[in-house]
């Protein structure tokens, strides 16, 4: 079965630092994988997805994952931290077994002070 | 266009009382997805369809029923609720091509209190 896990709850940095939010998962073959951001009392937008293509992954808002199959990892970073950031992070992986449906980690609260 | 609306926006329900959210999109889109938001456990997949006339359960369907009387509307009743049931409530949909990775498109979601 396809999973994710988010080794992190909560991650907090400074505005001007980089950001990495740690994602790794666990599928039978070549997955698919999403980031998505959901701000307070928003609901989710997706920041970007690996569909096998590229293994480095430019998303919105200057994130970007690097699909590691050596280490069945799908890490997001940013270069440099803005306060706009702060927000709750998914890491999702497709199912395809029977009906495509998202799977979905657990989160991580990304916190930007300033 | 607005994409997805989700009605209402936030409601308190006594426990025991039916209660109908309301879904709508205007992409579209052959897919929707009801998904349920609890701390610390993600979203988790409550029912889908994939077309019109359609439906199939997901991780967490029990106490939960949708239609998919056409494409664009897709409602999720709780028969007679229960507090376990409180919850932020996502609805999301999805052009579903086939073969694809299709993008999901979220609702801004309903807040759910059940007393």
């Known amino acids: 079965a396809q999973s994710v896990t988010q080794l992190d709850s909560h991650v907090s940095v400074s505005e001007g630092t980089p950001v990495l939010l740690r994602c790794n998962y666990s599928s039978s073959y070549s997955p698919s994988l999403f980031w998505y951001v959901q701000h307070p009392n928003k609901g989710l937008q997706l920041l970007l997805k690996?569909?096998?293509?590229?293994?480095l992954v430019k998303g919105i808002n200057g994130f970007e994952a690097e699909f590691k199959k050596s280490e069945t990892s799908f890490h997001l970073t940013k270069p440099s931290a803005h306060m706009s950031d702060a927000a709750e992070y998914f890491c999702?992986?497709?199912?395809?077994?029977?009906?495509?449906?998202?799977?979905f980690g657990t989160g991580t609260r990304l916190l930007v002070s300033p | 266009i607005a994409g997805i609306t989700q009605a209402p926006t936030s409601q308190i329900l006594a426990a025991g009382r039916r209660m109908t959210l309301r879904c709508t999109q205007d992409?579209?889109?052959?897919?929707m997805y009801w998904y349920r938001q609890d701390l610390g456990l993600g979203l988790r997949l409550i029912h889908y369809?994939?077309?019109?006339?359609?439906?199939g359960k997901g991780e967490v369907p029990d106490g939960y029923s949708v239609s998919r009387a056409n494409t664009d509307d897709f409602p999720l009743t709780l028969a007679s609720a229960v507090p376990s049931q409180t919850s932020v409530y996502f609805c999301?949909?999805?052009?579903?091509?086939?073969?694809?990775?299709?993008?999901?498109?979220f609702g801004p979601g309903t807040r759910l209190t059940v007393l």
């Open positions: 369809s994939n077309t019109a006339g359609t439906t």
């Open positions: 992409m579209r889109h052959n897919a």
């Open positions: 690996y569909t096998s293509a590229a293994t």
């Open positions: 999702v992986v497709l199912r395809r077994t029977g009906f495509q449906k998202l799977v």
């Open positions: 999301a949909s999805s052009p579903l091509s086939t073969g694809g990775t299709d993008t999901q498109y």
